[in-house]
């Protein structure tokens, strides 16, 4: 039954899929409380200016757009290229593809905000150079499987954190774009540096620092913007143009920097039911 379901998400229109999602959305906040503690916590501790009122209000959209998220990630498996990129407008590519004709590679950031998983696929549809992915895998092979296929199915090439230089060796001899989700979460034998967000001590991966200040590329933050119900606008913004001027840990707290500013804008579309703020410092 539920890959009958799935099946028929995959072609149904998407005003469909939307109702569809209206429907989760009851099912995951209203009657199975998914992580709601976990929501709830995070978000009194991210805003402790705002009242429990405004926590719920945000609570609530945020549980209503990972619905909706939800749906569009099945969809993505049947998605067109022109569809996509319909879907996913971009400015400021062109500083990227400078780069690129001068036969440089560039580091990318961005964070768990609005469909990343489609951005990533239009992003590789969008530019000259090959797009590359650092990913955190996952513990159920069968979703890992699933993931990787709807990930490549228009030639990004996604490589496992402790692949990294490996896979960057791989295709060290053309122009690339390597992208990072900054925000993901390190193990507790990783939690070297804590940076402050969102009013926490949050611990860093330093994957991002350590890679542009060895390789000397530069470094732009990929800006999501939700428009619509499945449209995204993505700003790319200049970060670090020179990353072996800067001091130690400075381009970690920046890219974090740059993720808080966006999620106090709209604060609803970050993945707040992940466990971010799992570990303390010492």
């Not at 780069?99 to 950031?109: D, N, T």
């Not at 993505?234 to 001027?245: A, H, Q």
Request: charged residues 25%.
């Amino acid at each position: 039954m539920a890959y009958f379901f799935y099946t028929c998400c995959r072609y149904f229109p998407c005003h469909c899929c939307f109702f569809f999602a209206r429907l989760l959305y009851y099912l995951l906040y209203y009657i199975t409380g998914y992580r709601k503690k976990v929501v709830r916590d995070n978000l009194t501790q991210s805003f402790p200016e705002k009242s429990a009122a405004e926590i719920k209000t945000i609570e609530k959209k945020f549980f209503l757009y990972l619905a909706r998220l939800i749906f569009e990630i099945i969809k993505m498996t049947s998605i067109s290229k022109a569809e996509t990129l319909r879907r996913v407008k971009f400015t400021g590519l062109e500083q990227l593809e400078a780069h690129f004709k001068a036969g440089e590679s560039v580091l990318a950031c961005t964070g768990h905000y609005g469909n990343w998983e489609l951005g990533t696929l239009a992003l590789g549809l969008s530019i000259s150079a090959k797009t590359m992915v650092i990913f955190k895998p996952i513990n159920n092979k069968i979703f890992e499987t699933w993931f990787d296929c709807m990930r490549t199915k228009y030639g990004n090439v996604f490589i496992a954190m402790r692949q990294t230089l490996r896979g960057m060796a791989a295709y060290k001899n053309e122009p690339t774009l390597l992208c990072f989700a900054s925000d993901q979460s390190p193990t507790r034998e990783e939690a070297k540096y804590f940076v402050d967000f969102m009013h926490q001590p949050t611990a860093a991966l330093l994957g991002v620092e350590k890679i542009a200040k060895s390789t000397k590329r530069p470094i732009y933050y990929f800006k999501v913007n939700v428009i619509k119900k499945g449209y995204y606008h993505v700003e790319v913004l200049p970060m670090c143009l020179e990353p072996c001027k800067m001091n130690e840990f400075e381009i970690t707290d920046l890219h974090f920097k740059f993720l808080e500013d966006i999620i106090k804008e709209q604060p609803q579309y970050w993945l707040w039911s992940h466990k971010r703020w799992k570990f303390k410092p010492e």
